[in-house]
Nanobody, 124 residues
Framework: QVQLVESGGGLVQAGGSLRLSCAAS????????VGWFRQPPGKEREFVTA????????FYADSVKGRFTISRDSAKSTVYLQMNSLKTEDTAVYYC?????????????????WGQGTQVTVSS
């Protein structure tokens, strides 16, 4: 059984930083696309960033480009999301997801496995 477990969320002031982790069990990410999505209060889930595990290609939403960085640790089957210069509009539940490479990294339908989500709250 595949499980993705996020951690690292919390409350931070605007301008601060957080690092989220997504650890996989029951699966290795060798051929996968691993992404982060978020769902702000009262809004739809949206794409944040993704990484092609094998090629190490990375993709970012315009709203986080230059502030967020996705990375991976193959030995730990873990993906990280470093979030710097946080803004109040980054407040959301953040979800880690994994799917087979080949689909659109922007679409949630590409991703088969999802974590339970971790809350990130940015205060002004």
């Amino acid at each position: 059984q595949v499980q993705l477990v996020e951690s690292g969320g919390g409350l931070v002031q605007a301008g601060g930083s957080l690092r989220l982790s997504c650890a996989a069990s029951g699966r290795t990410f060798y051929r996968d696309l691993v992404g982060w999505f978020r769902q702000p209060p009262g809004k739809e889930r949206e794409f944040v960033t993704a990484i092609n595990w094998r090629a190490y290609s990375t993709f970012y939403a315009d709203s986080v480009k230059g502030r967020f960085t996705i990375s991976r640790d193959s030995a730990k089957s873990t993906v990280y999301l470093q979030m710097n210069s946080l803004k109040t509009e980054d407040t959301a539940v953040y979800y880690c997801a994994a799917g087979s490479d080949g689909g659109s990294y922007l679409s949630s339908r590409t991703y088969t496995y999802w974590g339970q989500g971790t809350q990130v709250t940015v205060s002004s």
